[in-house]
Structures are given as structure tokens and as C-alpha cells.
């Protein structure tokens, strides 16, 4: 296995699959949406410290800590990349959930989402530019592919901001019905992203098989820490514990999905980064419900 080899893969992903998962991202978002009102980010002016915490921990403390990572390890440069995407992409579709299944506070889960969800639509471009700038082998690969961060914040923007403003829409013109449609539409387009990420591997399932164990292997070292990270900071701060599983899990848990999406749309499913998004994308599930279900467990200490 020649690991230096992933630099130069292209994962097979063609324009159709391409424009149904921007299709099946919008559609998740509009579903976190419809539990979203202007309350929530009214909230956030009542208790700010926790919405402080967690936005920092989502799009400063994580970056830095993988910028050392990726610094410490020193993987292929697509696979630092990928790295660096998935540490800049906003707080993930299944958060709030894993956060009510650890008890922590699902209120602040939310406020996180919306808030970081507009918020990545500037970040995480910026995120991806600055840090991927600051390590030689990723600043190469940027220079040759040559993106520009406002054509990425376009593409976020539509496929998160657009759907976030519709979905909030809906929810204050038809409250009864946005609660219903909100639970089906979350786990429909959610499992139907899944699959979709599926069909991607196995499509390309020799490369997947080739470099699975060193690929997996960087994903749940990296996972581990963000979790680590964002509860390590929120202890800092002394926020209670329930927001600090909030904190905790919204740092674990990437959206991976629009990471991937943004990798075949402007880097033309470059190997490593897909491979590294789209391991994520399954792992951080698996992940994220072992530590909430040993927390559902656990009694919160008053």
C-alpha cells in the first residue's frame, strides 16, 4: 500500500449523485430547522457563556487542536486536508439527538446548531483557507486546485442558509405541522444520506478497502480528541453538565456531510479528504451514540 498514492486518487462520484446529496444536505438542514424558532437565539442573549463556549470550541479550539494534530502525525496531505475540512464544517445533522440520549441540555444543543450552522456559512471557508495555509503540504495542494472561498461560502450559503431561513419560516407559520414533519424528515433524509455515503464507498470500495485501516485508523484518533476538546473546554469555563455534554457533543460531531459535499464539489473528490469525510461521516455515529448512551447511564452529579 502506497500511502503517498492517496494525493493523487480521485473518488468516483458523478454529477447526478453529486446534485442529489446537495439535495439530501439542504433537506436535512431545513428538518433541524423546523425545530428552530427566533427564541432560541434569544436565549442566547439571556445565558451567553454556554452559546460562547460551544461556538468557540466548534470553530477556534477544534482547528487549533488539528492543526497540531496533523502537525504531531504528519499524514499525506490529502488526508491532512480532509482533516482540516472536517474540523472547520459547523456542529453535525444527529447532535441534538445524541445530546437528549445524554441528557445534556437539548436547548443549547439547538441554539449551537442554528447559531454555528449560520455562522459556517463564512467559517468554514476561512477555517479551511487559514489552517490548510499554515501547513506546507496542504498549502501546496490549495495553490494547486486553486479554490476561492467566496464560491465555497455561496455553496454553504445556499445549502445551509437558504434552508435554516425556510425551515424557521415554517416553523412560525405552521407550528403543529413543523413539529410533525420535523421528526419524519430528520430521520428520512438523514438514513438517506447515509446510504448515499455508502454508495460512495462501495463504488469505490477497492480504495476503500486499500486504505481503510490507515484512513479509520486517523478518523477515530482525531474523533476522540474533538470529543476530549470540547469537554475539556467547557470544564475550563465550569459550565454545568449538562451543558457541558452539549458542548462536548457538539465538538464531536461534524457535519461531515456537507464536508464531503464541498470535496467533490471543489476539490473533485480528492482521495484522501473524501475518503477521511466520508469514514467520519459513519464513525462519529458510532462514536457519538457509545458516549451518550454511557452518559444516559450516568447520574448527573446536582
Not at 457535519?255 to 469525510?277: K, P, R
Amino acid at each position: 500500500m502506497q500511502i503517498a498514492s492517496l494525493d493523487a486518487l480521485k473518488i468516483n462520484f458523478d454529477a447526478q449523485a453529486l446534485w442529489t446529496l446537495n439535495f439530501a444536505l439542504a433537506w436535512i438542514m431545513f428538518g433541524i430547522a423546523l425545530e428552530i424558532s427566533l427564541s432560541d437565539f434569544k436565549e442566547l442573549l439571556k445565558k451567553p457563556k454556554p452559546i460562547l463556549v460551544g461556538v468557540c470550541s466548534q470553530f477556534i479550539f477544534l482547528p487549533i487542536v488539528t492543526f497540531l494534530l496533523v502537525y504531531i502525525v504528519k499524514p499525506t496531505p490529502s488526508i491532512a486536508l480532509g482533516m482540516f475540512m472536517v474540523a472547520a464544517c459547523p456542529g453535525g445533522n444527529v447532535s441534538n439527538f445524541i445530546t437528549h440520549l445524554a441528557k445534556g441540555n437539548s436547548a443549547l444543543s439547538v441554539s449551537l446548531t442554528a447559531l454555528a450552522t449560520l455562522l459556517a456559512i463564512v467559517m468554514t471557508p476561512l477555517n479551511l483557507k487559514f489552517w490548510g495555509s499554515l501547513y506546507l503540504p496542504t498549502a501546496t495542494l490549495l495553490e494547486e486546485i486553486a479554490i476561492s472561498p467566496l464560491k465555497m461560502i455561496q455553496l454553504v450559503a445556499l445549502l445551509l442558509g437558504v434552508p435554516l431561513i425556510l425551515g424557521m419560516l415554517v416553523k412560525y407559520k405552521f407550528p403543529i405541522i413543523a413539529q410533525k414533519a420535523a421528526k419524519v424528515l430528520k430521520i428520512v433524509s438523514l438514513l438517506f444520506f447515509i446510504v448515499l455515503i455508502f454508495i460512495a464507498l462501495f463504488n469505490n470500495r477497492d480504495i476503500f478497502l486499500e486504505y481503510i485501516f490507515y484512513v479509520l485508523g486517523i478518523t477515530i484518533f482525531h474523533n476522540l480528541l474533538a470529543f476530549f476538546t470540547g469537554f475539556s473546554f467547557a470544564s475550563i469555563f465550569q459550565l454545568s453538565a449538562r451543558d457541558k455534554r452539549a458542548v462536548t457533543i457538539e465538538t464531536g460531531i461534524q457535519n461531515s456531510g456537507l464536508g464531503l459535499l464541498l470535496i467533490f464539489t471543489f476539490f473533485e473528490g480528492l482521495g484522501g479528504m473524501a475518503l477521511l469525510a466520508a469514514f467520519w461521516g459513519v464513525w462519529h455515529l458510532v462514536s457519538g451514540l457509545i458516549l451518550a448512551t454511557y452518559w444516559n447511564k450516568k447520574q448527573i452529579k446536582k
